[in-house]
């Protein structure tokens, strides 16, 4: 069997992420999984109010991925996007955006950036609802 062909961007974030890791103190936490598949992503996030516009903003995330090589690539991808963001601009982060951002998926894997997306929405739903 051949193996998937992925971009160099993808094989970057997946060999070497940054964003891996878990935040002890974190504000919030989102999970998700994937029905398909049984991979599961998790999302923690320090948030913190900019002393200038007095608004929130997500001051580090770190991801926890049960996954694929799509799934990690996009894991870290999405924390790369959101990081420093305001709570607000951090809803609007879509997969669209994650795959561009990790410069394109395999067509079959491209239902795995879809984690990225949920999990960074429902630590922001965590967050909001405390
Ligand atoms: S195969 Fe499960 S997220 Fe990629």
Redesign the pocket.
Same mark, same amino acid.
């Given at each position: 069997m051949k193996p998937l062909e992925y971009s160099k961007e993808a094989k970057k974030h997946f060999f070497s992420p940054k964003y891996a890791g878990e935040i002890a103190n974190a504000d919030a936490i989102g999970q998700v999984g994937?029905p398909?598949?049984?991979?599961v992503m998790r999302v923690f996030l320090k948030i913190k109010k900019d002393k200038k516009t007095g608004k929130e903003k997500i001051e580090k995330i770190r991801f926890k991925t049960m996954? =694929?090589v799509?799934?990690i690539a996009s894991s870290d991808v999405v924390c790369e996007l959101a990081e420093g963001k305001t709570i607000e601009q951090a809803r609007k982060i879509t997969r669209k955006d994650i795959l561009k951002a990790v410069k394109g998926l395999p067509p079959i894997?491209h239902? =795995?950036s879809l984690?990225g997306e949920e999990a960074l929405n429902k630590a922001l739903d965590n967050y909001e609802k405390k």
């Open positions: 994937n398909s598949c049984g991979d996954g =694929c799509a799934a894997k239902h =795995c984690l």
